[in-house]
């Protein structure tokens, strides 16, 4: 599993980008105190989506527990979709380089 998220360098990336934004949202609803999903859960959205705008839209976003379970969730579903996604694309990139001769 720890291939699959950390396989390449690209993932990383993409993992540190999501796992940024997810310590940003959460720190600024610790410090105001509040625990609804703010402005900055747009940018956690936007980084996983296509997955996280189909099974949580930011306007369909209200109060309550709900809400936090399907921003998380659907966040969760949206990174695990787009890591297979890069891994595919970098997989397949890696068999287009020409292989060297032995």
Avoid at 59 to 78: E, N, P, R, T, Y
Avoid at 80 to 90: P, Y
Wanted: a positive charge; proline letters at 4%; hydrophobic letters at 60%.
């Amino acid at each position: 599993m720890t291939r699959f998220l950390f396989g390449n360098w690209i993932t990383r990336i993409y993992a540190f980008a999501v796992a940024t934004s997810a310590v940003i949202l959460l720190g600024g609803n610790l410090a105001t105190g509040d625990h609804e999903p703010s402005a900055a859960a747009a940018y956690l959205i936007g980084l996983t989506a296509p997955v996280s705008v189909i099974f949580a839209p930011v306007f369909l976003l209200g109060d309550g527990w709900l809400a936090i379970a399907m921003l998380w969730l659907s966040v969760a579903a949206g990174v695990l979709l787009n890591t297979l996604l890069i891994n595919m694309i970098v997989g397949q990139a890696g068999k287009l380089r020409p292989q060297r001769l032995q």
